[in-house]
């Protein structure tokens, strides 16, 4: 393959470390494995949309699976990490996702050029339109002082697009507490918006 | 929004999302009694409350309910985002090979069939620029014309009509040269060679007035045959600002005055290439003047990376202003200060000193030009002096003395040279001298070689073999550089030492070093070239394959015409070439080349002598490979018969344990595991009473076991077999190791197999990021079963995109494509998705006719097969398959092993349906027993324990069946498989 600047290939630091020490309530790997993933989830979103053409709709939970398999595959991640893993990749595509939809405004109202973009883009009644991105953004750090594991649902499935079955892996908690959680979650979130 | 929490208090909310919860976890039906007796303190929130439990069913039923998609979307105005197919000026996209800050690089052809010719088409991000397209057309001339074997051509650069720029570059497949490096693990010497071929291209193009100005690792590329290739030259002047750029020519720029506008400006483009600033010369990042100079700093820096694996600055990157001031002010470290020890101990000296006089700050202080650049990497790759050392009489007689100790023993000499400095005078008498003395010096340096020896890793003073010999071959390299012929005879022993002593890696660097004087220095065909090459060969069979069979087809004709002395040699390279076209897939030309080996054994040495026995094992091995599965086991029982026909009585013996092992290995891939296993027990005693140690063959000749017992069904012995294997392998190798990796795939199989899939999930872990040399079809064999360990986890997705992964490959190999479909059957079987399940059982069918397939997976089919029709209620069809793989287990396992569950607990379901609960029972117990054993407690013993239970209610005992099902209940309870999870759902 040619090679073009970009390529990072910088020593990465073992995921499944970072996750242990995330365990151990080490804030400075939040923002370790934060850099790692977001770096690799905008290159995996980017690859995939370029391979498939624009037409493409990404369901953003094929990018933090494609990575968690990456990470496992040069042996940087436990398969045992899985939904640990998932959780955290959920957070940081809310970042990444967020990031693409505040660009693409700065770049409708003229702002840099960028050659190649990501957008959440609609097409009709398929996922989520920009401003509902934003909004549910924004409401999530209102959401974050009211019950923080709601947060995390809400990140898992509708910034991930998680299934139940690995959003209760991921928080140790039955299927049914997670249904009651994204009620509540869009019931509260609904709310928050409405103010 | 973002204020929102003034209107509504964070307490406020608090509560509420606490009744919340409370309301949600009651009865839809119950809520409007809930909300009609809320405490006082929470009568507030009532309304909203009644309103989010009572209409959420309607207002809000749409709301987030489909996830967040991405798209890319089209850009407006000229730089629409790209896409294959599209054209971009002659050219037409075929596919993106990557992106980056600087723009986006495509693979295309040219679009109106001129020339058919695949290229990089780079497309660089860029604001219309004034003059922009005369300007692409002058250059573009000028670079067009660079022709060098080391620099990937510019075919065309151009704008097009909607003023976007484009250049064409030869489309180059490669790695960049410092992960070459890395992953060929090259030694010094050979990173310096490499680098020689970098300085020949940018030597070539500065004398054609052009300069790189971006040399870098990325810009570097090493493809497969080991040939450097430059890419993007001159292309950062092309793509500059006019403004500037019109200020400088390609080489003779004028000096620009570094006002802080300028700098700026350049800098902002610079960081905007984050990792390019790196390897920018102090005068680049300055915006002065661009020379030859600056390409020579660069390729320091690019040399100072090869060589110690890090930057010569170090620093975050965190401003842009950092970069610069330490470019600019910081010396870079000496290179064997920041190397690791081995390395270090040979850049100390003259390494460190070539790479500070590239990277002077004062570009007059540098090497004038890269060709004396590239002419002091020679010196030093000579052992001569180098021009950038310190022009010292002392340093010069270090360097005489150190080429010459080997003959000048006398203290005296070496005093004479340093002080008279007439060192070349005395060399060359020297070398006159050493011609008469050849034969004792010979015995001379043998002889030395003991008394000097000095013990490094030997315990109570004790010199080991493999020290003696390191410290040969360094002395062999360094003191007879005067006597190629002494020292390639040496050298040629040594090697022959290291391989017999089974450090054949060791010997590496002194078959280099004794080819590359033989071939000079002895005639053209002599047994030291061909024993070099050939063992040289050998060790590089796993890392540089291509390099390993240039060197066995440049040996085989000198072989040839010197039969019949060279019968070995001929043999060995015609067997080192079977294994070699085996690794490439090339079935044709491994089973000649083998073949030809046991024709030469047979007719130079006896039918019966022991090379004949090798090679033949080696051919059934061969046929092994390809899963030739008869022909194999053929060839096996002939060498075996023959092994003990004349090797019976003189056991421990290597050739007949070799015999034993292959033919052992032919029985189980021809499903008569069960037989294997006494013979291939007698090999691991036999091979531990030959090798006394835990050698690596102890470990293979156990992991042949272990694949018998797992195969056998031997699953408590077989696994607990595999893990010491891998447990010896991890204490006897700190280093990674193809070895490490096939044991762990053996053990990851059987860990499968017992579903003990936390273990073999952390196993998979631990060999995934080992670096090693494994065939396509070990590769593919070992995604398959990750595959299936995802399935059975219930992780779809992951097993899913791991198939999908290597489909290509897949496609090649049919007996595996049946069984990751067998896989994927029964991945969707376990999700209770039992159309995907038959959809995929229908491919494995339809390809099943031309593909002879193992027995196991014969019976892995049929169990899934059994298994839907089950599901289905097609009882009839069910028993066929499922009485089908009954018997097949039946006959690959003397007793019921967990590898026959799926297939019994099937049955046992059908004999339950027919009222037969006594057959059930014969078949349940057996495995719930295995289960027990092997993996207590997991969701398929409660399967099994479930259907127990069942028939033990229908035989009318009652109190077992109970205490069965709540064990089953709790068993099943905890997987996450959804057919699982449905049975522990099960009503009695």
């Excluded at chain 1, 970072?18 to 979103?45: K, M, V």
């Excluded at chain 2, 109106?112 to 088409?121: E, Y």
């Excluded at chain 2, 193009?205 to 300069?211: D, E, F, K, N, Q």
Aim: charged share 25%; with cysteine.
């Amino acid at each position: 393959m040619l090679r073009f600047e970009g390529a990072n290939k910088v020593a990465m630091p073992q995921v499944t470390t970072l996750l242990q020490r995330l365990r151990g309530n080490d804030r400075s790997a939040i923002d370790e494995l934060f850099t790692l993933l977001y770096d690799d989830l905008r290159r995996i979103a980017r690859s995939r949309l370029a391979a498939n053409g624009r037409q493409t709709l990404l369901d953003t939970s094929l990018l933090v699976h494609e990575a968690y398999l990456k990470f496992v595959n040069v042996g940087q991640l436990n398969l045992n990490d899985r939904e640990h893993f998932l959780a955290y990749a959920a957070s940081t595509l809310r970042s990444v996702v967020v990031d693409f939809v505040r660009k693409r405004g700065a770049e409708q109202r003229g702002g840099d050029v960028d050659h190649v973009t990501l957008n959440t883009e609609v097409a009709q009644s398929v996922g989520a339109c920009d401003d509902e991105i934003l909004a549910v953004h924004e409401a999530l750090t209102v959401l974050a002082q009211i019950d923080p594991r709601l947060v995390k649902v809400v990140e898992m499935r509708y910034f991930a697009g998680l299934s139940e079955v690995e959003i209760a892996a991921a928080l140790g908690v039955s299927e049914r507490t997670v249904r009651r959680d994204w009620e509540r979650s869009r019931l509260l979130l609904a709310d928050i918006l409405s103010t | 929004m973002s204020t929102k929490t003034a209107g509504f208090d964070v307490e406020r909310w608090q509560r509420l999302n606490a009744l919340l919860e409370q309301g949600l976890s009651i009865d839809a039906e119950e809520r409007t009694t809930w909300l009609d007796h809320l405490p006082p303190e929470s009568r507030d929130l009532a309304d909203k409350l009644r309103g989010m439990l009572l209409q959420k069913g309607i207002e809000t039923k749409e709301f987030l309910a489909q996830p967040v998609a991405l798209q890319q979307i089209v850009q407006k105005g000229a730089q629409a985002a790209d896409a294959a197919g599209a054209n971009v000026g002659p050219y037409r996209l075929i596919a993106e090979l990557g992106s980056g800050g600087m723009g986006t690089v495509w693979l295309a052809e040219r679009n109106d069939d001129t020339i058919k010719r695949q290229v990089a088409l780079k497309l660089p991000i860029s604001h219309w620029i004034p003059g922009l397209a005369e300007r692409m057309d002058r250059e573009r001339d000028m670079l067009a014309a660079l022709e060098h074997p080391n620099i990937a051509r510019l075919y065309d650069a151009g704008v097009t009509e909607t003023g976007r720029p484009y250049l064409a570059l030869e489309y180059v497949e490669g790695e960049s040269i410092d992960s070459y490096c890395q992953t060929h693990r090259l030694p010094v010497r050979q990173r310096l060679e490499l680098f020689l071929q970098v300085t020949n291209a940018v030597a070539h193009a500065h004398a054609r007035l052009i300069v790189h100005r971006d040399l870098k690792p990325n810009n570097i590329l090493v493809t497969k045959n080991g040939e450097v290739r430059l890419l993007d030259f001159g292309v950062g002047k092309l793509i500059e600002d006019e403004s500037k750029a019109s200020n400088r020519e390609a080489i003779d720029d004028t000096p620009r005055s570094a006002d802080s506008g300028t700098a700026n400006t350049s800098l902002t483009r610079i960081t905007g290439r984050a990792i390019t600033l790196d390897y920018a010369s102090p005068e680049q990042i300055r915006s002065e003047r661009i020379t030859v100079a600056s390409d020579v700093y660069s390729l320091g820096v690019v040399l100072f990376e090869l060589l110690t694996g890090q930057r010569p600055y170090k620093l975050k990157r965190n401003t842009a202003g950092a970069v610069e001031d330490a470019i600019e002010a910081q010396d870079a470290p000496a290179a064997s200060s920041v190397a690791e020890k081995p390395v270090a101990r040979v850049l100390r000296g003259d390494v460190d000193v070539i790479l500070a006089k590239a990277m002077k700050k004062e570009t007059g202080e540098r090497y004038a030009s890269v060709e004396a650049f590239a002419a002091d990497v020679k010196h030093f790759l000579k052992g001569e002096p180098v021009v950038a050392q310190r022009d010292s009489a002392i340093y010069r007689a270090r360097k005489f003395v150190s080429r010459n100790i080997g003959g000048v023993i006398g203290g005296v000499v070496v005093f004479l040279a340093i002080t008279a400095g007439t060192s070349i005078a005395l060399w060359q008498a020297h070398v006159a001298k050493a011609e008469t003395a050849r034969a004792t010096q010979v015995k001379q340096f043998i002889a030395s070689l003991f008394t000097s020896a000095v013990p490094r890793t030997g315990e109570g003073g004790q010199v080991l073999a493999s020290d003696l010999l390191t410290s040969a071959a360094d002395r062999i390299e360094k003191e007879l550089v005067d006597q190629p012929e002494i020292a390639a005879e040496l050298g040629s022993i040594v090697s022959e030492s290291f391989i017999k002593l089974g450090v054949p890696e060791k010997s590496e660097r002194i078959l280099e070093f004794v080819l590359s004087k033989s071939t000079l220095y002895l005639e053209p065909r002599n047994r030291i070239t061909l024993s070099a090459k050939r063992n040289l060969a050998s060790v590089l069979r796993a890392r540089d394959p291509k390099r390993a069979e240039a060197l066995l087809d440049d040996l085989m004709p000198d072989a040839a015409a010197m039969l019949p002395s060279t019968a070995e040699d001929l043999a060995q390279a015609h067997m080192q070439k079977a294994y070699l076209a085996a690794r490439r897939a090339d079935e044709t030309s491994a089973v000649e080349n083998i073949q030809r080996a046991v024709d030469l054994a047979e007719q130079y040495f006896g039918k019966e002598s022991p090379q004949a026995i090798q090679y033949l094992g080696n051919l059934s091995n061969i046929y092994g490979v390809f899963s030739r599965r008869a022909p194999q086991l053929q060839a096996a029982a002939t060498a075996y018969t023959k092994a003990i026909n004349t090797m019976e009585g003189s056991r421990p013996n290597d050739d007949l344990i070799n015999a034993e092992t292959m033919y052992a290995n032919a029985l189980v891939a021809n499903d008569r595991a069960a037989e294997a296993i006494p013979l291939l027990r007698r090999v691991v005693e036999d091979r531990l009473n030959l090798d006394t140690l835990e050698t690596h063959r102890v470990r293979n000749a156990r992991s042949s076991l272990a694949n018998a017992l797992l195969t056998s069904g031997y699953l408590d012995e077989g696994i607990a077999l595999a893990r010491k294997v891998v447990a010896d392998e991890l204490a006897a190798n700190k280093v990674d190791s193809t070895d490490r990796i096939l044991l762990g795939n053996q053990l990851v199989r059987g860990l499968v197999v017992a579903k003990l899939l936390d273990d073999a999930a952390t196993e998979v872990a631990r060999i995934s990021g080992v670096a090693g040399q494994l065939s396509e079809l070990t590769n593919l064999i070992r995604d398959v079963r990750l595959a299936r360990l995802f399935f059975l986890r219930s992780d779809v997705m992951s097993a899913e995109t791991t198939l999908d992964q290597i489909a290509d490959t897949l496609n090649k190999y049919p007996a595996e494509n049946i069984a990751a479909l067998v896989v994927r059957a029964e991945g969707a079987r376990l999700q209770n998705d039992f159309v995907t399940s038959k959809v995929r059982l229908d491919a494995a069918l339809a390809a099943l006719n031309s593909v002879p397939i193992s027995l196991l997976t014969q019976a892995n089919l049929s169990t899934e097969m059994g298994r839907y029709f089950l599901s289905r209620g097609s009882f009839d069809q069910a028993a066929d398959h499922l009485n089908r793989c009954r018997s097949i287990y039946d006959r690959l396992q003397p007793s019921v092993s967990t590898l026959a569950a799926d297939c019994y607990v099937g049955l046992a379901q059908l004999h339950l349906k027919a009222k037969e609960p006594a057959i059930a029972m014969r078949l349940l117990s057996p495995v719930v027993d295995a289960w027990s054993r092997v993996n207590p407690g997991n969701a398929w013993h409660g399967e099994a324990l479930y259907w127990l239970s069942r028939t033990q209610a229908q035989l009318g005992q009652t109190v077992s069946a109970d205490a069965n099902f709540a064990r089953a209940q709790a068993m099943l309870k905890r997987s996450t498989l959804p057919a699982m999870r449905e049975l522990s759902r099960a009503k009695r």
